[in-house]
């Protein structure tokens, strides 16, 4: 098994009346908390979604979109061009969602604001509102905790110390090629609530 290694955010809970201290300032350290098995017992218990099977793990697949698969490829079996933007001011990568709900990046070394021909997906990212799950149940809005249940510990986990417990921001599985994200909250905050938001696909290795 690979060596697991847990990135914990240790976000003081010194308390000020029923808040926290506002000018405490986010520390990120490696460490392990007291006992693993103690901090996933305290995730939500598995809730999973619709069993549909649009999601594939293995293969690295959200609907007909697969790691793999050129801009061209991905817009005809999803019957619908991606709409691309650039991931940053002078980037020569564009993110390109379909529907708002499945985006994937793809380079753009001459600056045209198309895919490169030819440049392929190497991930896959679903979120917001969409629906499909994996032949078990496992998606947006099913439960941490049926991650966990599934493919067992991850490689590396990223968590935060909220007063007395620790909530499980992320979550990656290397051999799996998988990333569970949950940060409900406001843009740039982070409100883990134990519910998968964005799930990354990268195939299974």
């Known amino acids: 098994m690979v060596r697991r290694i847990l990135v914990v955010a240790l976000v003081p809970a010194l308390l000020a009346g029923c808040g926290k201290d506002e000018e405490s300032e986010p520390i990120i350290t490696t460490a392990t908390p007291a006992s693993i098995d103690g ?9 999973t979604i619709a069993a549909d099977g649009r999601i594939n ?3 690295g697949c959200a609907d007909a979109a697969c790691v793999g698969m050129t801009f061209e490829d991905i ?24 529907d708002g709900l499945i985006e994937i990046e793809f ?42 249940e599934q493919f067992e510990d991850p490689d590396l986990a990223t968590w935060q110390l909220v007063y007395d417990h620790y909530v499980l921001v992320e979550a990656n599985w290397v051999g799996w090629g998988l990333t569970i994200i949950d940060n409900d909250g406001p843009p740039g905050e982070l409100d883990p609530d134990g519910v998968v938001d964005i799930i990354i696909l990268e195939g299974a290795r």
Do not use: N, Q
């Not at 817009?75 to 379909?98: I, K, M, N, T």
């Open 107 to 148: 380079s753009d070394l001459d600056g045209d604001y198309e895919p490169d021909k030819g440049d392929m997906a190497t991930a896959i990212r679903v979120h917001g509102e969409y629906a499909g799950g994996t032949p078990e149940g496992l998606g947006i809005s099913a439960s941490s905790s049926c991650f966990l």
């Open 39 to 47: 901090v996933l017992d305290t995730l939500p218990a598995c809730e």
């Open 75 to 98: 817009s005809e079996v999803l019957g619908d061009e991606g709409a691309c933007e650039p991931v940053a001011d002078g980037s020569p990568a564009l993110r390109c969602s379909w």
């Open 57 to 59: 793990v293995v293969s």
